[in-house]
């Protein structure tokens, strides 16, 4: 049997009891699936298992649809929260951005080195500054600019755009705007966003302003789910960087920014990947 990279993934959570790896192992088994690669974690506070598979395409007698349809019985048994994904579909990320570039020109940077196996069908700002950047890597470039007055309507024109582009995930690369209430609840899961501090220390504006005052001798990012609450929503990766006592606050913004870029390339690849369950608000990232 080749494992070639053709794979579908399933993901799935549900009550821990006896019988979910077996279950599942049988089904594929029966069908003469071919399981690449496999990871679980049962949660004894919660009592809920999480599960990932990565199955050869190929060594399947059916698509993912028949997958779907065929799987159905065991997951209803199961009391199962699943999904399976065709990794020879690419996912489809619209990238919103302001001023700062960092994380946008990293982003462009492992799309085009195949790093990030993805379509990016627009990137919408609310400014103009980076149109021609986008423009000539050949992406559409939206500038849809955010008031006081006119946030819902301009939030309004982001869903519209997020719907016509088809996209499965919103990245906020350093998009420096508070998204509205309505477009948070319209994508739960789908909406990633770079926070310039290890949260749930310094939330809100100039984070790293605040650890300067604070004295921190650790500084770092936070790539998290966005929610309704301001920078609150469910974790998927971070990491730190060691600040001196000498270091001023454009120091931490210089340090930050290059955090900032791994993490968010980190938090995002395992979101594509299907490596994150969210339960809560907490997540479960099986790699």
């Known amino acids: 049997m080749s494992t070639n990279t053709h794979r579908f993934t399933l993901t799935l959570s549900c009550p821990d009891r006896i019988g979910i790896v077996s279950a599942v192992s049988t089904f594929l088994a029966e069908h003469r699936g071919w399981i690449v690669e496999a990871t679980h974690?049962?949660?004894?506070?919660?009592?809920?298992?999480?599960?990932r598979h990565e199955i050869a395409a190929e060594s399947l007698p059916f698509g993912?649809?028949?997958?779907?349809?065929?799987?159905?019985?065991?997951?209803?048994?199961?009391?199962?929260?699943?999904?399976?994904?065709?990794?020879?579909v690419k996912k489809r990320v619209v990238i919103l951005v302001s001023k700062l570039e960092h994380c946008l020109y990293d982003l462009f940077a492992r799309w085009k080195a195949g790093e990030l196996d993805i379509e990016i069908p627009?990137?919408?700002s609310n400014h103009e500054t980076w149109r021609s950047f986008v423009e000539w890597h050949g992406i559409p470039f939206h500038c849809v600019p955010v008031t006081p007055d006119n946030k819902s309507r301009a939030y309004d024109e982001v869903q519209r755009l997020f719907e016509d582009a088809r996209?499965?995930?919103?990245?906020l690369a350093r998009y420096?705007?508070?998204?509205?209430?309505?477009?948070?609840?319209?994508?739960?899961?789908?909406?990633?966003n770079i926070h310039h501090s290890f949260l749930p220390s310094f939330v809100g504006a100039k984070p790293y302003h605040q650890a300067y005052s604070r004295g921190v001798k650790l500084t770092g990012a936070t790539c998290h789910y966005v929610t309704e609450e301001l920078d609150q929503g469910p974790i998927i990766e971070q990491d730190v960087i060691r600040v001196r006592h000498s270091d001023r606050p454009d120091d931490l913004?210089?340090?930050?920014?290059?955090?900032?870029?791994?993490v968010l390339a980190r938090g995002l690849r395992y979101h594509l990947e299907d490596r994150v369950l969210i339960h809560g608000n907490k997540t479960i990232v099986l790699r």
């Not at 974690?41 to 999480?50: G, L, N, S, V, Y």
């Not at 993912?64 to 020879?88: C, Q, T, Y």
């Not at 996209?167 to 990245?171: E, G, P, S």
Request: aromatic fraction near 10%.
């Open 122 to 124: 627009c990137v919408i």
């Open 176 to 192: 420096m705007q508070v998204l509205s209430p309505k477009l948070c609840a319209a994508y739960p899961g789908r909406i990633i």
């Open 253 to 262: 913004v210089r340090l930050g920014r290059d955090i900032e870029k791994a």
């Open 64 to 88: 993912i649809g028949g997958f779907r349809e065929r799987f159905a019985h065991i997951a209803k048994e199961f009391e199962m929260d699943w999904k399976v994904s065709d990794n020879s």
């Open 41 to 51: 974690h049962a949660d004894e506070i919660e009592q809920r298992f999480f599960m």
């Open 167 to 171: 996209a499965d995930t919103m990245v």
